[in-house]
């Protein structure tokens, strides 16, 4: 059965006659597909030819859900002059992200990133009548679960968008020439981010959970730790943004020992040295979230407070906190005839990834959550050895 618009524009659609046993019949008229648009923008559509196309049908009206014909492609616009290249939906269970360039009264190419997905849903249960459903969601998503406002910019461009606390919002490259990399830093108004820098650039596509730390305008021993955790729903990649919890962070180091304190960085990161004392812990959050993710560590004999000596100059060790179930054993010569063993190992406790460094082998098995077992831990342990 064919229909037009009010612009004149074609539309197809079919029609199933069921005959029913006492008397009478159904009549069901149904379309071959069904477009929902879940994004920002009023989109154009087009059934897709060697040109541009044909514009569907409906479009001239306010619509929630827009009808088309049977096409095994269309494209898609931002506005009549802007289009995406051909998009299969021929049959269901498609996934596919897609791109449009515009250009923006500023002069500058911008790049909108879309999801495409198709679906089948049944329209009449008894008589098994599906409709195909093409949904166009934003490819970006931004989620900030924090109770600070988020700003985001483009890496090697100024302009920025703000997200208020609980809040989500698209994501869209505002430069297509510029490298596809954001930059994030927190504040606490919408018009006050002179407390903390920007982060490193990050990618959005690196699925997973990581912590980064943006440094402290002024005092630059300080650091925010921003978690960022990067899901897929339904084709988006949806970024959440929050401040790290302390209590339980994603990385933490722990240093058990008693006679060896730690300086610690990120490999490639050597002007961004910390230490930990004896009988101390941090949570840990990558400088340079493009730089190698492996940490380093030097080790000092004695308390940060009572001047350690640098007894290993030469020595650096090496770990990957996301490699679990290492065990590593360090020979350390305080004198020709006395030296220590350090015990370092990975292990995680829930999701939170943890660097031991103990003076005892039975810490490999120590329960991080045991606290009495730290607690006379800490009091007893006295360990020496000669070779």
Not at 84 to 100: M, N, R, Y
Not at 217 to 241: A, F, P, Q, W
């Amino acid at each position: 059965m064919s229909f037009t618009d009010r612009a004149n524009l074609p539309f197809k659609a079919y029609v199933k006659v069921v005959t029913r046993k006492k008397a009478g019949c159904s009549f069901y008229i149904y379309a071959h597909g069904c477009i929902l648009n879940k994004t920002e923008y009023k989109l154009v559509f087009y059934y897709s030819s060697a040109t541009r196309g044909q514009l569907v049908a409906g479009q001239l009206a306010e619509y929630e859900a827009l009808m088309i014909s049977k096409r095994p492609n269309i494209r898609v616009g931002i506005d009549f002059n802007n289009a995406s290249g051909q998009l299969p939906i021929s049959s269901a269970g498609i996934t596919t992200a897609f791109e449009i360039e515009r250009l923006e009264s500023n002069g500058l190419l911008k790049a909108y990133q879309f999801i495409l997905n198709t679906s089948l849903s049944l329209v009449v249960q008894d008589e098994y009548i599906y409709t195909k459903i093409i949904t166009i969601a934003p490819y970006f998503v931004f989620y900030n679960i924090s109770d600070m406002y988020l700003e985001i910019i483009q890496e090697e461009f100024d302009l920025s968008l703000l997200i208020n606390p609980n809040e989500a919002r698209p994501w869209h490259w505002p430069d297509a020439s510029k490298p596809r990399l954001v930059l994030i830093r927190l504040g606490n108004t919408p018009n006050d981010f002179s407390e903390w820098n920007w982060s490193t650039p990050i990618e959005l596509n690196d699925y997973g959970i990581t912590t980064v730390n943006c440094r402290h305008k002024r005092r630059k021993r300080n650091y925010l730790m921003i978690k960022i955790t990067r899901t897929v729903v339904e084709g988006t990649i949806v970024t959440e943004i929050q401040k790290e919890f302390e209590e339980d962070p994603i990385y933490r180091l722990e240093n058990y020992s008693k006679y060896f304190s730690m300086q610690y960085w990120q490999k490639g990161k050597d002007t961004d040295k910390e230490y930990l004392n004896i009988l101390s812990q941090v949570s840990f959050g990558w400088i340079d979230y493009n730089s190698p993710r492996v940490l380093q560590v030097k080790f000092y004999y004695g308390a940060l407070n009572s001047c350690p000596v640098d007894i290993m100059s030469e020595e650096v060790h090496e770990f990957s906190l996301d490699q679990l179930d290492q065990r590593k054993e360090i020979k350390v010569s305080l004198t020709k005839k006395v030296g220590h063993i350090i015990y370092v190992s990975t292990v995680t406790d829930g999701y939170t990834k943890i660097l031991k460094v103990s003076d005892v082998q039975s810490a490999f098995d120590m329960n991080t959550k045991d606290e009495k077992l730290k607690y006379n831990y800490f009091l007893n342990v006295v360990f020496e050895v000669m070779w």
